[in-house]
T-cell receptor
Framework: AQKVTQAQTEISVVEKEDVTLDCVYE???????LFWYKQPPSGELVFLIR??????QNEISGRYSWNFQKSTSSFNFTITASQVVDSAVYFC????????????????FGRGTSLIVHP | NAGVTQTPKFQVLKTGQSMTLQCAQD?????MSWYRQDPGMGLRLIHY???????DQGEVPNGYNVSRSTTEDFPLRLLSAAPSQTSVYFC??????????????FGPGTRLTVL
């Protein structure tokens, strides 16, 4: 079974604090991909990053960094020196289950973590 | 490219009415899907399509129908609206889901209220 758990429903921080959003996943696949998406208050979800199961190197992009640990089935997202513009709902997703219909992967999303950054 | 477009942005229905939420993409994406987003429930998959003429049910298909006659369009039909269908609906597409690596592109959403 495929499952993504984002245990933090809502996180509230003050600007310039560092914050980590947790993502824990379950899959029996040996090859899979993990994703993070951002949903700002305007509503539209935007893709942030993808990581495949064979690449455990951490990734850094400006104030954003991602830590993938296969041993703990986690793909955590850290924002350094948070800003008000980082306020959004963040979704972690897994490439998902294989469907025989058309031979396709059906993505599995976590329930999202709402991040509120106060000025 | 316009990406993924959805119409309308907002809609109010009365119980029992029917309507169609429109979704179109201009990226020649093979895979399209519909999600509903409710507080505390995240994104739940309603229906998906892997190409023109091929659709299947997701996690919460009851009360919804879909069809895909072209690569570009994937409308979602509410047959007889119920208050439980009050939600924000997102259409998404990806180049292909035959590969696990492809990300989803989302539309701006439709906020539906059923009275």
């Amino acid at each position: 079974a495929q499952k993504v758990t984002q245990a933090q429903t809502e996180i509230s921080v003050v600007e310039k604090e560092d914050v980590t959003l947790d993502c824990v996943y379950e899959t029996r696949d040996t090859t899979y991909y993990l994703f993070w998406y951002k949903q700002p208050p305007s509503g539209e979800l935007v893709f942030l990053i993808r990581r495949n199961s064979f690449d455990e190197q951490n990734e850094i992009s400006g104030r954003y960094s991602w830590n993938f640990q296969k041993s703990t089935s986690s793909f955590n997202f850290t924002i350094t020196a948070s800003q008000v513009v980082d306020s959004a709902v963040y979704f972690c997703a897994l490439s998902g289950r294989w469907s025989l219909l058309g031979g396709s992967y059906i993505p599995t999303f976590g329930r999202g973590t709402s991040l509120i950054v106060h000025p | 490219n316009a990406g993924v477009t959805q119409t309308p942005k907002f809609q109010v229905l009365k119980t029992g009415q029917s309507m169609t939420l429109q979704c179109a993409q201009d990226m020649n994406h093979e895979y399209m899907s519909w999600y509903r987003q409710d507080p505390g429930m995240g994104l739940r998959l309603i229906h998906y399509s892997v190409g023109a003429g091929i659709t299947d049910q997701g996690e919460v298909p009851n009360g919804y129908n879909v069809s895909r006659s072209t690569t570009e369009d994937f409308p979602l039909r509410l047959l007889s609206a119920a208050p439980s269908q009050t939600s924000v609906y997102f259409c998404a597409s990806s180049y292909s889901q035959r590969e696990a690596r492809n990300e989803q592109f989302f539309g701006p959403g439709t906020r539906l209220t059923v009275l």
